[in-house]
Each structure stands twice: as C-alpha cells, then as structure tokens.
C-alpha cells in the first residue's frame, strides 16, 4: 500500500509491515497504525510514520546506546498485550525531541519507552518511571553517538 | 468530580477490582496504597502529563538539519 507522509512524499509499504499500537501513543491514542522505517545514513535511529496522519512521525533512537545501564520491565501482562513469546522478540526505543536550537540540543525520552513486538507488530509505549530516567535526556551526551551522528 | 473524604486507613472501592486506602498523611503528603489487577496502569498524573507533552513535541520534528533519508523496509522473506 502507499502511505502519504508529510516528511518523505508518498512511500510505498508493505502491509504486513505495518505496527499496531494498542492504546496508541500517549497523546495520539486515535493513531494505532504506523511504519517504521531504517534511517539510511545512522543506523541508531528509526523513523515512526503515522500511516493515519501524514504529518505525525518520530525519530526513535535505541536507549541503550544513550544509556548503557538502561532498561524496562516487561510484565507478563504487557508481553501478553503484545503476544510475546520470548523477550527477543521486543525491541525498545525511545522517542528523540529536537528543539527549535538544533539536533544538537536534542533529547530523548527515557521516561516513555515505546516497546515493539517486531515477530507479531504490535507496540505500545509505557511509562517507565525510574530514578535517572529523565523526559529530556541529552542525546549527545554519550561519545558514541556524537561520532556516529553525521547529519 | 466526586469529592470523598477518608481518614487514615479508610479507602475506597472503585469497580469491582480496584482499591484505594489511605496509609498515612504526612503533612500535605497523602500515602496511598492501592490494590487493583496488574493489567491496570497506574502511574503519577504529573508523569503521564509529561509524557503527553514530550510526545507531542517530539511528533513534530521540523529541524532542517535532519534531513536524513530513509530506507523503506522490504519484505520479509518466507
């Protein structure tokens, strides 16, 4: 199917490729279907085009590259949400914000993990309130991905 | 909005599975202890709330500098 997006024009999709959030994304809970995409140029990022609103996407980053001793629960109640079989099955990602001063100021949030059964597609985010896990946490502060980001 | 009061270690009973008791008051700290089914989120309004507004920021990325392209899945191979 071809999906419409504010970002990147038309882009054509598989539809077994398309990620369902259960509850959607807090704030966008009318928004369950969406595509993620690989960033060409960084492999740490993704991008999460709404399929339903050409004009909501994010860029995700994987926190455990941000944060090494990062991590979530998985309850059993949420890997039955997402039809979790084995924990491999999830990848994690948090959401990146990049302020009006640049990506150089850019944040992630540590606080709203977005969980993704990759095998079934199917996502939710959770809260996951933790000391040291901060909404803004600077994304560049890590050596690593101020090397690796080249844009 | 419904307004009750309870005194330490009164509660209330919301539905048939979730319940709300008072532990302690600690100025104009209110501890309370809450028993419901773990399918059942519960989390600090403020930290939702924060969570809320990041997301809606972080939804609209118009930063010119990240014009990186992007690879569109293929299929995965049966």
Redesign the interface.
């Known amino acids: 199917m071809i999906i419409e997006t504010a970002r990147?024009g038309e882009?054509?999709?598989?539809e077994?490729?398309i990620i369902e959030f259960c509850s959607g994304?807090?704030?966008?809970e009318d928004l369950t279907r969406f595509?993620?995409?690989?960033?060409?140029?960084?492999a740490n990022?993704k991008?999460l085009q709404s399929i339903d609103k050409p004009?909501?996407?994010?860029?995700l980053v994987d926190p455990f590259t941000i944060k090494q001793d990062y991590y979530v629960d998985l309850?059993?109640?949420l890997a039955e949400?997402l039809e979790v079989l084995i924990p491999e099955d999830v990848i994690v990602y948090t959401?990146?914000?990049?302020?009006k001063s640049?990506?150089k100021d850019a944040t992630t949030?540590l606080?709203?993990p977005i969980l993704i059964n990759w095998r079934k597609k199917k996502a939710k985010?959770?809260?996951c309130?933790r000391e040291n896990n901060l909404?803004?946490y600077p994304l560049l502060a890590n050596k690593y991905m101020k090397l690796s980001y080249g844009? | 909005m419904l307004v009750l009061s309870r005194k330490i270690d009164e509660g209330i009973i919301i539905g048939d599975n979730i319940k709300i008791r008072v532990i302690a008051i600690e100025g104009n700290k209110v501890k309370l202890g809450i028993i419901a089914n773990k399918d059942i989120s519960i989390v600090r309004e403020e930290i939702l709330e924060a969570v809320k507004n990041e997301n809606l920021s972080a939804g609209q990325i118009d930063d010119a500098s990240l014009n990186w392209s992007i690879m569109v899945p293929q299929p995965e191979k049966k």
Do not use: H, R, Y
């Open positions: 990147f882009i054509e999709i598989e077994n490729n994304l807090i704030a966008f595509a993620l995409f690989d960033i060409s140029e960084n990022f991008w004009q909501v996407a994010f860029l309850s059993d109640e949400k959401t990146v914000t990049v302020p640049g990506f949030n606080v709203g985010q959770i809260i309130e909404i803004k844009g």
